[in-house]
Structure formats: structure tokens, C-alpha cells
């Protein structure tokens, strides 16, 4: 047995490693980061934007453009303009957006583009249901920061297989509604509600398949020292590269 088995790790091997060269020497992606806001404004926008430009630098995976006001939102959401993109990161935004054609930009996404968000992007445009279907839930409320513990649901995922059991975060943790389970690939959650202690099901971080666009969703991402957390960062960078396609998996 150990005769034919060598030569096949020693071909895997190589296989690995050519698939490694390979993702290094691909042109980085281009991600445009939204954080135009309707309703509420979180103090943690610049911190995000900053963590997501630094890890796509750090990473060699992608470039970041950011939509910060409603005419650069409005001039970088147009058909043209979003053809120079592989992703758009919505980065706590909140309300509803102007986009220069929003049926436009969800079938965009499900055309193959990556759609990622983070905390408040799920208290967005509650007055467009496509959108919160396209996310795959809807921020309900939340009560004061508290510590939870999450569950990692797919320990083999690029957003999570970082994480080690047990390992705990002190946020701001929300409590969604518009939720389906059977919509969504859940990757973070808790079994009972953050604050109250009563048992259910609150998810916290998920993918999905929007036609042939990948979402990424995580809960986490109010306070500064979450965002700028190690483990955090590889969240964010397992998420994104997910999204754009870089790494398998659901
Ligand atoms: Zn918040």
C-alpha cells in the first residue's frame, strides 16, 4: 500500500502548491465599499473601512473604492461603473440607499458578483423586501453589548475555520427577523437570546447563493476593538475571499 499511496501525495502535493502560485499571481480583485447611511450612523464606519482596505492590501486578494455620499453612490452603482467591480461591501449602512437603479444592482449580484455586509447592513432598505431577501434577514432590534459565545456552524468555512470553540465576543449582537433558515448557509450562531437568556435560535454570521452571486452576512462589527480583533479581520478576509470566489466551500 505504501508504494501507491507515495507517489499520490507527492502528486497532491504538487497539485497544491500549483493551485497556491496560482491564486498569488492573480490580478486583486475590486470591491467598492459602501457606507452611505439613511438612519443610524455608527462611530465604527471609519474603522471598518480602514480594517477592509488594509487586509485586501495585507492579502494581495482585492482593492477596495468607497461609496461614502449619495452621488458617489449613485455614479459607482450605475450598470457601467459596476462593471469595473467583482463585489460591493456594504459597511453598516443603513436606510434606503440611492442606488442609480437598485433592481438593477440585485441582478447584478446574481449575475456572479459578490455581495458582502456587515452589522447595520441588515437595517437597510427595509422598505424593498428584494433586498432582504437578497441578504437573507432583516435587523430586528438589539439591547445593550453583551458577551455571547457563538457556535461555529461550518467549521470548515473560510470565515470560521479560524475560530476555536468556545472562543467568545463582546459586541453589540442583533436580533433578526425576515429570517429563513432554509434561505441561508448559517456559519455563526447562539441558542439562546444574547441579553434575555431565553432559548431559540439567533444566527449571526451566514452565506448565501443569489443566482450566481455569493452573500456573505455577519452580524458582528459595532465596536471598534471587534473590528480591529484578529480574529475579526480573517472573519472578514475568510468572508471576502469566499465571496469573490477565491475559496470554495458553501
Ligand atoms: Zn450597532
Same mark, same amino acid.
Given at each position: 500500500m505504501k508504494t501507491i499511496l507515495l507517489p499520490a501525495f507527492v502528486a497532491l502535493g504538487f497539485l497544491g502548491a500549483l493551485s497556491v502560485a496560482t491564486t498569488a499571481g492573480a490580478a486583486p480583485k475590486k470591491l467598492l465599499v459602501v457606507s452611505v447611511t439613511k438612519g443610524f450612523r455608527h462611530e465604527s464606519i471609519p474603522t471598518a473601512e480602514r480594517t477592509i482596505e488594509a487586509i485586501g492590501k495585507e492579502s494581495g486578494v482585492y482593492t477596495v473604492d468607497f461609496a461614502r455620499t449619495d452621488e458617489e453612490l449613485q455614479a459607482k452603482t450605475t450598470e457601467k461603473a459596476l462593471a469595473a467591480y467583482d463585489g460591493v461591501f456594504f459597511v453598516s449602512t443603513t436606510g434606503d440607499l440611492p442606488l442609480a437603479d437598485r433592481d438593477a444592482f440585485l441582478a447584478w449580484i446574481a449575475k456572479g458578483h459578490a455581495f458582502l455586509g456587515m452589522h447595520a447592513a441588515t437595517d *437597510? &432598505? @427595509?422598505?424593498?423586501r428584494p433586498f432582504i431577501a437578497m441578504i437573507g434577514g432583516e435587523f430586528d432590534y438589539h439591547k445593550q453589548q453583551v458577551r455571547v459565545e457563538p457556535k461555529? /456552524?461550518? $467549521?470548515?468555512h473560510p470565515a470560521v475555520r479560524h475560530l476555536e470553540a468556545g472562543f467568545g465576543v463582546l459586541d453589540e449582537i442583533y436580533i433578526m427577523k425576515s429570517f429563513d433558515k432554509a434561505r441561508v448557509h448559517v456559519l455563526l450562531s447562539v441558542d439562546? @437570546? $444574547?441579553? *434575555?437568556? /431565553?432559548p431559540g435560535y439567533f444566527p449571526l454570521a451566514w452565506t448565501r447563493q443569489e443566482g450566481k452571486g455569493r452573500v456573505f452576512y455577519t452580524a &458582528?462589527? @459595532?465596536?471598534d476593538d471587534v473590528i480591529e480583533a484578529d480574529w475579526y479581520k480573517k472573519h472578514l478576509l475568510g468572508g471576502i475571499r469566499w465571496a469573490l470566489g477565491v475559496d470554495g466551500g458553501r
Amino acid at each position: 500500500m505504501k508504494t501507491i499511496l507515495l507517489p499520490a501525495f507527492v502528486a497532491l502535493g504538487f497539485l497544491g502548491a500549483l493551485s497556491v502560485a496560482t491564486t498569488a499571481g492573480a490580478a486583486p480583485k475590486k470591491l467598492l465599499v459602501v457606507s452611505v447611511t439613511k438612519g443610524f450612523r455608527h462611530e465604527s464606519i471609519p474603522t471598518a473601512e480602514r480594517t477592509i482596505e488594509a487586509i485586501g492590501k495585507e492579502s494581495g486578494v482585492y482593492t477596495v473604492d468607497f461609496a461614502r455620499t449619495d452621488e458617489e453612490l449613485q455614479a459607482k452603482t450605475t450598470e457601467k461603473a459596476l462593471a469595473a467591480y467583482d463585489g460591493v461591501f456594504f459597511v453598516s449602512t443603513t436606510g434606503d440607499l440611492p442606488l442609480a437603479d437598485r433592481d438593477a444592482f440585485l441582478a447584478w449580484i446574481a449575475k456572479g458578483h459578490a455581495f458582502l455586509g456587515m452589522h447595520a447592513a441588515t437595517d *437597510t &432598505f @427595509h422598505g424593498y423586501r428584494p433586498f432582504i431577501a437578497m441578504i437573507g434577514g432583516e435587523f430586528d432590534y438589539h439591547k445593550q453589548q453583551v458577551r455571547v459565545e457563538p457556535k461555529v /456552524e461550518d $467549521p470548515k468555512h473560510p470565515a470560521v475555520r479560524h475560530l476555536e470553540a468556545g472562543f467568545g465576543v463582546l459586541d453589540e449582537i442583533y436580533i433578526m427577523k425576515s429570517f429563513d433558515k432554509a434561505r441561508v448557509h448559517v456559519l455563526l450562531s447562539v441558542d439562546k @437570546h $444574547p441579553n *434575555t437568556g /431565553e432559548p431559540g435560535y439567533f444566527p449571526l454570521a451566514w452565506t448565501r447563493q443569489e443566482g450566481k452571486g455569493r452573500v456573505f452576512y455577519t452580524a &458582528f462589527g @459595532h465596536r471598534d476593538d471587534v473590528i480591529e480583533a484578529d480574529w475579526y479581520k480573517k472573519h472578514l478576509l475568510g468572508g471576502i475571499r469566499w465571496a469573490l470566489g477565491v475559496d470554495g466551500g458553501r
